[in-house]
């Protein structure tokens, strides 16, 4: 069975958001093909399919490291909601949007055998990125390139049928979100200024140039 840290007591919630709006890119379901797909859940409570915190800040990096024109972007759309947060850490394999996030990886496969993938997620999205491992058949996610997960609930399970070296966490050492509490503070905040970069680095380092 699938273990988790996550804890079912509960402390007060609250929820805050970094920048202005939302934002939704659907590259793979509009049928964009290009030398790097990434494919991205959003946290808890956050508007549109891609947030406006982690998801946007690691595309601009991801564009930075491969080329603006080289990368096709596509949010996963789910509820994001404070229940699915819950069973999503108890049971990342049955969460609605680890299984969206695995079918649109065979779409994209299909369509686009050459793209290197990029999976990741955020907080509740770190969650859809190990069910979606756990979705996909051996055979795709040996295409998969990276998965990047951030403030992830999951970080003491390992990512199923994926190389770890083709997998980074990352998660600040004040992070209650990481260490099994669902409280949200500046640090479970802090991922979109101080680790895009480095995450989208780390990508470049796997795939290298294309």
């Known amino acids: 069975s699938f273990t988790t840290p996550f804890t079912t007591s ?16 659907n590259d793979v379901i509009n049928g964009v093909c290009k030398p790097v797909t990434y494919i991205f859940a959003r946290g808890t409570t956050e508007i549109g399919n891609m947030g406006s915190t982690v998801g946007p800040a690691l595309e601009k990096a991801l564009e930075s490291a491969f080329g603006q024109n080289n990368v096709a972007t596509q949010g996963v759309t789910y509820p994001a909601d404070v229940a699915g947060a819950i069973s999503g850490a108890l049971s990342p394999g049955t969460a609605q949007g680890a299984r969206t996030m695995a079918s649109l ?3 994209v496969l ?5 793209t290197k993938v990029i999976l990741a997620g955020y907080s509740q999205g770190a969650e859809q990125v190990h069910g979606a491992l756990i979705n996909l058949q ?15 609930p999951l970080q003491r399970s390992p990512f199923r049928n994926i190389d770890s070296g083709r997998t980074k966490v990352y998660c600040n050492i004040l992070d209650a979100v990481c260490n099994g509490a669902f409280v949200i503070s500046a640090a479970h905040l802090s991922y979109s200024i101080q680790d895009a970069t480095p995450a989208a680095q780390f990508a470049k380092g796997v795939i290298g140039n294309i």
Not at 17 to 25: D, E, I, V
Not at 110 to 114: F, I, L, N, Q, V
Not at 138 to 152: E, H, K
């Open 138 to 152: 051996n055979g795709q996610v040996a295409l998969l390139q990276v998965t990047l997960t951030f403030g992830d």
């Open 110 to 114: 299909g369509k686009c055998p050459d």
């Open 105 to 107: 990886t065979q779409q």
């Open 10 to 25: 509960f402390p007060t919630l609250v929820f805050s958001r970094l920048g202005l709006g939302s934002s939704t890119k």
